[in-house]
């Protein structure tokens, strides 16, 4: 059962646009995501978290929203800029209550931002 | 930014064998250390999870026996994968977790082929 969804593959956007990542999660006791960006045959690197106790949080071009009814977040990346292509990942894990710092990653989606 | 390095970045071996992968923080001292697993074109998937001076913590269906892990000090983390199968073969990663901090910073990664 997977916890964390990414639904998309894929993603190809133009220069200059908004990109949109979507992530999903089951578990309700989540309260903390985090994005990160993956370049082939490389570690993720840390974009941008966010709390549940918030329902956004922006960082330069990019901005998470957190819809905790829904049980769903996403990445504006605005404007989008051919270095930006990459695989993100949505990844998810339980702090509070005594939760564990282990991440649930969801299974990325591929961005490609053409000139 | 935090620096995660691993070692080696790539590696063959033959089936049988034993491998072993380095994880070092380079600037900061962390006390607890992810070890993941990456398919082609799959999510990150957490194998264990390590914390300084005592035993790793397992995820469900990895075998402790197989895939061993030491954490012998805040800044060293390790691997072995014993007597490597095909199967084995996939890009290692690890993660680094500071003192009093919410956030993984990641290796670059192993890809490990077993021929």
């Known amino acids: 059962d997977q916890q964390v969804k990414q639904n998309s593959p894929s993603l190809s956007v133009q220069e200059g646009r908004i990109s949109i990542l979507n992530c999903d999660y089951t578990?309700?006791?989540?309260?903390?995501f985090l994005w990160y960006k993956k370049y082939p045959a490389e570690g993720p690197t840390f974009l941008i978290s966010i709390s549940s106790i918030k329902d956004k949080n922006e960082d330069g071009r990019f901005t998470v929203f957190l819809n905790k009814s829904a049980k769903h977040l996403s990445l504006h990346i605005v404007p989008s800029q051919p270095g930006d292509s990459a695989v993100y990942f949505c990844a998810a894990s339980a702090l509070a209550q005594g939760g564990s710092e282990k991440l649930v990653f969801g299974k990325g989606t591929k961005l490609t931002v053409n000139p | 930014g935090a620096v995660v390095s691993q070692h080696p970045s790539w590696v063959i071996c033959k089936s049988g064998t034993s491998v072993k992968i380095e994880c070092r923080s380079l600037d900061f001292q962390a006390t607890t250390m992810f070890w993941y697993r990456q398919f082609p074109k799959q999510s990150l998937m957490l194998m264990a999870t390590?914390?300084?001076?005592?035993?790793?913590?397992?995820e469900q269906g990895v075998e402790k026996d197989k895939f061993l892990i030491n954490h012998a000090s805040l800044t060293l983390s390790t691997l072995t994968v014993t007597s490597a199968h095909p199967e084995d073969s996939s890009f290692y990663i690890c993660?680094?977790?500071?003192?009093?901090?919410?956030?993984?910073?990641f290796g670059p990664g192993t890809r490990l082929t077993v021929t």
């Open positions: 578990n309700s006791m989540f309260d903390y």
């Open positions: 390590s914390n300084e001076g005592s035993k790793a913590t397992y």
């Open positions: 993660s680094a977790l500071g003192i009093q901090s919410l956030r993984q910073y």
